[in-house]
């Protein structure tokens, strides 16, 4: 029944960006029972003990990464005077996974990075870690309680741009992996790590690059696991207890273009219908029909752009409309431009496919999904008091671009996300705890030793005894 309230009050959260909640079609079985019953393969796992210095450190690196205004505007607006810094500061605070000859590091179109730590094991298959460099702009006179590239320490969280979107999974990925090699790790399972630096962007030059370099090399891939989803915690109503959602999928995208042309006249004289009034009444019928209440069952749509009209007094021979629809899993963008035209059921309204894609694919997450079943282990075992769950992205990721090198790819960083906190992503006063950023750490750290095993025990009943 827990898991089920997941499922059930998952449609009542607002998200901006990049969140999801679960979802009828993911949630078949039981997730927290099975597994975690069962003998895990033993590992030598090192302990993921961080000392007050340690402490200090990780947090100054982190801080220091918020304080580069990596910003993203457009596909041709990039900073890459602070994308070079970024470079710059890697090198610095990492200087371990930079030197170390189990490590081999690449830069990709000038600003992503790829790096690839070979196991010693060569019959295991390599899984990939994603994270992006890159932000969304942020401007101090929207209402920030903190310079949002300050990284300025307010009540035990760190405010800026990138704190949760997505700086937090890139340093700490790197940092758990500095820890590692520090402490004489060396994997089993060997595994890539890809930072892209245009992922706000569509991350057409750097995700889409690392992948091509990948390809040339021939990889396949366990899994991946990017951002995306995240524990939520007092945000969905009804549900006692935190829940981290795994996305196993993401939602498609398509802008349509609505078009309507009639002859101009002088608005002295109207005509019955007028080249506006005939959009607005095409696009009234497709919004009622994908309410955005439901964002997490089925495709929505949103109107984004309106244009008509030159002058108050003439009427417009051209109103425009640009609808923007992120398409659930069960749909495909020829079935939603399909759907587009039988419900507006106008000739006078013309219908423009401006871009999009299908929904990605859905990942496995049963009980034979080592990539699910993994990160399931590293988060119960860190925190024992959560949930877990698959879900589904409503925004979408550099993961995308990686369908080619892995069946599974999931979305998911232990980012804390708590009453209030959804209208952070992408919105003013970004912060993470310093707590939080800690545990992210210490979840990679982990997660990458728990992948050193070669394959998934056997699974039990939820009433299995040791």
Sequence with gaps: MKLVKIV???????????????????LTFDVNSGLQLAHWEKTRNIASDINQHQRKELLANFREAIQIPT????????????????????????????????VQHEVVANYSHLFWVPGSDLALVPYMLLAHIDVVPADEND??????????????FIYGRGTIDNKQSVMGILQALEYLLIRGYSPQRGFFIGLGHDEEVGGLQGAMNIVKVLKKKGVQLAFVLDEGLAVLDGVISGLQGP????????????????????APGHSSMP?????????????KRVMERSPDTNAFLRTTTAV??????????????????YVNLRIHPAQTVQEVLEFIQSTVGDERVKMELVNG?????????DETSFGFQTIKKTLLDQFPQVSVAPGLCIGNTDSRHYTDLAKDIYRFAPTWIKPGDTQRFHGI?????????????VFYFNLIQNCDIKELPSPHGAGHEL
């Design 8 to 26: 059930s009050f998952g449609l009542l959260v607002v998200v901006l960006v990049c969140f999801v909640a679960a979802t009828l079609r993911t």
């Design 71 to 102: 910003v993203s505007t457009s596909k041709t607006q990039l900073n890459i005077t602070a994308l070079g810094e970024f470079n710059s500061l890697l090198r610095k605070v990492f200087p371990t996974v930079f030197s170390s000859h189990l």
């Design 143 to 156: 209402g920030w309680e903190a310079p949002p590239f300050s990284a300025k320490e307010m009540d035990g």
């Design 243 to 262: 829940a981290a959602l795994i996305g196993i999928s993401e939602k498609g995208q398509a802008t349509v273009k609505l078009s309507v042309f009639k």
């Design 271 to 283: 005509p019955r219908e007028s080249s506006i009034g005939i959009l607005a009444g095409a696009v």
């Design 304 to 321: 984004t752009m309106f244009n008509s009209g030159v002058k108050v007094n003439v009427l417009p021979s051209l109103a425009e409309a």
């Design 357 to 365: 894609f299908d929904p990605l694919p859905v990942s496995s997450y």
């Design 429 to 441: 006063n970004e912060r993470i705890s310093k707590k939080n950023y800690e545990e992210l750490v």
